[in-house]
């Protein structure tokens, strides 16, 4: 049997703990012949030891399983509830066996008292709550800490994000080609100039809050990408589509504030645009928990300066939400990126 490592405080709490568990069960054992007679404690404590050794690192594993099967804040009280099972799956045994093999051997005379089990079980549920609690809080206690420095540190991305994306967006060049768009739609089309400027109203407005929470429901993406391809759609036509077919059962599953814009800008900025080879984009879901956005390819022959928040930046923010599983496929005629839902 493999046991999982102890941490430094679970060390130090056994060695603190076994020579007042041992003192006790020695006393259960041979009562007051322990205060008159050497040899009871020449026979107790290297047994005791050796027995409280293995329940120990018993009980570290399983508390150790547990706190891997049921890892968040939330799981909390489903954690304590099957980490309390431990008194029964490990130290309930472990006591037995110390009476039983004493009983058995009749070590120093000693046959099992009618009291024996009772008060043995009680020292090792006492201690076992004792500990069990102290390891929970202690557990608890890190959960925070590394929560609280994965919440800094993904706001500090977000931070930069929303700069990198002003900075991206609210450039002389973009501020050019919509001014210039909406400037030709004035002339040409008033109404459709109206839906344009609204639609960038929409695509700032979100540019400016994604980052209060750092995470967005497919839904809030889904209808910003709508507003924001529609601004690219009226400068390039024909030249790019898009199509989603989004499950509604995952409308309410979250994933990090832009993911989709960035994916699509991508799209647009590394592809030829052309009406006779139009950039084809779709958002889809795959039934497995994944947002997939896929385009084909018509490679430019030079790439255009990089900001590098793109899929760098996607999986960093996944790797802080204990998320690797971004997938990402280059194929000969297609680009694939697939961004695992939370729910």
Not at 130 to 157: G, N, P, R, S
Not at 200 to 220: A, D, F, I, P, W
Not at 275 to 301: A, C, F, H, R, W
Request: charged residues 20%; hydrophobic residues 40%; glycine residues 4%.
């Amino acid at each position: 049997m493999k046991f999982a490592k102890p941490q430094r405080f679970q060390v130090i709490g056994f060695w603190l703990s076994m020579p007042f568990i041992t003192f006790a069960l020695s006393y259960i054992l041979y009562e007051d012949r322990i205060f008159h007679d050497w040899k009871p404690w020449l026979a107790t404590y290297p047994l005791i030891y050796l027995i409280g050794y293995f329940s120990w690192r018993s009980h570290v594993s399983y508390d150790h399983y547990f706190q891997g099967k049921f890892p968040g804040l939330d799981h909390t009280n489903k954690r304590v509830l099957y980490k309390s099972l431990v008194n029964f799956i490990v130290m309930t045994p472990s006591i037995l066996l110390i009476f039983f093999v004493y009983d058995w051997f009749h070590i120093l005379g000693y046959s099992i008292g009618e009291n024996d089990l009772k008060y043995g079980y009680l020292v090792g549920l006492s201690v076992n709550i004792i500990f069990q609690t102290l390891w929970e809080v202690v557990y608890i206690l890190d959960k925070y800490k590394e929560t609280a420095a994965e919440k800094e540190m993904i706001d500090q991305m977000q931070l930069q994000q929303e700069f990198d994306n002003l900075k991206q967006k609210v450039n002389p060049h973009f501020l050019f080609n919509c001014f210039n768009t909406l400037s030709s739609l004035i002339t040409e089309d008033k109404e459709q100039a109206e839906k344009f400027l609204d639609e960038l109203s929409k695509v700032y407005r979100y540019l400016l809050r994604n980052n209060e929470s750092g995470m967005s429901t497919v839904e809030q993406e889904l209808n910003f990408i709508k507003s924001y391809f529609k601004l690219i759609k009226t400068r390039h036509g024909q030249g790019v589509e898009l199509a989603v077919d989004v499950n509604a059962a995952y409308k309410e599953y979250v994933l990090p504030s832009l993911s989709l814009q960035l994916l699509v800008e991508n799209a647009v900025k590394h592809n030829i645009i052309s009406k006779q080879d139009p950039i084809q984009i779709n958002i889809s879901t795959n039934g497995k928990g994944y947002l997939t956005v896929e385009n084909n390819l018509n490679k430019k022959l030079s790439k255009g300066e990089s900001t590098g928040i793109g899929l760098a930046n996607i999986r960093e923010k996944y790797k802080l939400l204990n998320r690797n599983d971004v997938v990402v496929k280059e194929e000969k005629d297609k680009f694939v990126v697939s961004l695992p839902l939370i729910a």
